[in-house]
């Protein structure tokens, strides 16, 4: 079973920057997209960032200009630079990769935006 392994969240003062990142447990064959998505307590999951196979890449409006999404196909690895965040950013920020018809999902990693 491929696990999808998150790390590098935390607290930060607003301002600040963080950079999370996600492993796949073993290799994944024909990934199509890898992506972060976040939940903030008593709102439903939304789409943060996605970057597909080929490198085209899509954000929401809110993290525009400040969050960066990159990966290592190689590695089977997504990151995501946080920057300028804001209080509104503090969520649990879970990753996802597609590979055809198999979906997997990371299991979380809270990021809190606070002074």
């Known amino acids: 079973q491929v696990q999808l392994v998150e790390s590098g969240g935390g607290l930060v003062q607003p301002g600040g920057s963080l950079r999370l990142s996600c492993a796949a447990s073993?290799?994944?064959?024909?990934?199509?997209?890898m992506g972060w998505y976040r939940q903030a307590p008593g709102k439903q999951r939304e789409l943060v960032a996605t970057?597909?196979?080929?490198?085209?890449?899509n954000y929401a409006d809110a993290v525009k200009g400040r969050f960066a999404i990159s990966r290592d196909n190689a590695k089977n690895t997504v990151y995501l630079q946080m920057n300028s965040l804001k209080p509104e950013d503090t969520a649990v920020y879970y990753c996802?990769?597609?590979?055809?018809?198999?979906?997997?999902w990371g299991q979380g990693t809270q990021v809190t935006v606070s002074s």
């Open positions: 073993r290799i994944i064959f024909r990934i199509t997209a």
């Open positions: 970057v597909t196979s080929g490198g085209s890449t």
């Open positions: 996802n990769m597609i590979a055809g018809v198999r979906d997997y």
